[in-house]
């Protein structure tokens, strides 16, 4: 009897240990990249900083969120031809617009089961807080298409400024912020209305907005001013200039906040670096060196950890933010351009 029960305790014990193992072998999250010229997605297990899986997406690659329930992965897709600053576009190939769309991606399945309208060569988007809408910059249109998802196509289309990149939905669901590049503003859109209700100037080539919690306020990437524009979105208006580097050296792009929202961090492009900014003083804190040109930004869920898409080397950089220092590069497809770090549905 006493062996019995010596027996079935073992058996439990060894249960248990067996179970945790596991459990401290499963990632607490994945990460995800958008690769543009690749036209692919790789995932990356954390625990071990390689790529697991290369999924096929289609054309252009860029922006990439997750539904609301975690299950599934949004992506932009455009048959537009690249054309960095400087190309002359008049020697490009004419856009494949039956390639433009939003991918939807499976997280269970792990591959993409369907297109969504988009409207013209989608770059950037955001979900609605009821997560049943997308909103979408359409860059070569100077317009934002709303999408329906449950119908999978655009429902409404609203003007902005010309060349539209980034779109941000304001946390309390009231405001849908859109940049523009050539005329260097935001175009601040009611969700309801699906109108304009006020145009912000913010600075030269503004690139991503990222909002505090409260919606208090917002903060803008000028890539050509080498700056990052403080924006009071309560009034809508800009506030204060937050001077990263010299202009044409320094080009932020991308920007994300810690999850306690005191800092936030931004990409540089060829600056090869990521600065970060203190949000109460909004003051640079420091920076440091990450890769080449890095766009796309992500944070693990303890915010100890970010991801930086670098383009041209065809990488991610793994960066330990408690010493700021790039403690692993991970090869991935070509022209890695957007990051999304996800936890299990």
């Not at 796309?296 to 383009?311: E, F």
């Amino acid at each position: 009897m006493r062996f019995r029960i010596l027996l079935r305790t073992w058996v439990i014990l060894t249960g248990i240990l067996v179970c945790d193992a596991q459990l401290r072998s499963s990632p607490p999250y994945y990460v995800y990249v958008t690769n543009e010229a690749s036209g692919d997605m790789s995932v990356i297990n954390p625990l071990s900083n390689r790529v697991v899986a290369t999924v096929p997406l289609g054309k252009r690659p860029r922006g990439i969120h997750a539904s609301l329930d975690r299950r599934t992965i949004y992506l932009t897709l455009s048959g537009s031809p690249m054309a960095p600053p400087g190309v002359d576009e008049s020697r490009l190939p004419p856009a494949d617009k039956a390639a433009d769309g939003i991918g939807v991606f499976d997280v269970g399945r792990g591959k993409v089961t369907g297109v969504l309208q988009s409207g013209s060569d989608p770059e950037q988007f955001d979900v609605s807080k009821d997560g049943k809408s997308l909103f979408v910059s359409n860059e070569d249109v100077a317009a934002a298409s709303i999408v329906d998802v449950a119908a999978g196509k655009v429902s409404q289309t609203v003007h902005v400024g010309d060349e539209p990149e980034g779109v941000t939905v304001s946390p309390n669901g009231k405001f849908v912020y859109v940049t523009s590049e050539t005329t260097g503003t935001i175009a601040v859109i009611d969700p309801i209305t699906a109108k304009v209700i006020k145009t912000i100037k913010v600075g030269r080539r503004p690139r991503t907005v990222a909002f505090l919690p409260d919606a208090s306020r917002a903060y803008v990437s000028a890539e050509n001013d080498g700056a990052v524009t403080v924006v009071d979105s309560i009034r809508h208006e800009a506030i204060r200039t937050i001077h990263l580097g010299e202009p044409g050296v320094i080009k932020p792009m991308a920007i994300i906040l810690s999850p306690d929202a005191k800092k936030a961090y931004v990409s540089t492009g060829r600056g090869q670096k990521v600065f970060v900014i203190d949000t109460v003083k909004n003051e640079v804190l420091t920076s440091f060196q990450v890769g080449q040109r890095p766009w796309g930004l992500a944070l693990s869920p303890d915010g100890q950890t970010l991801y930086t898409a670098n383009g041209p080397s065809n990488d991610v950089s793994v960066v330990d933010l408690r010493a700021g220092t790039v403690v692993a590069k991970i090869s991935v497809g070509r022209g890695p351009w957007g990051i999304l770090v996800l936890a299990p549905p």
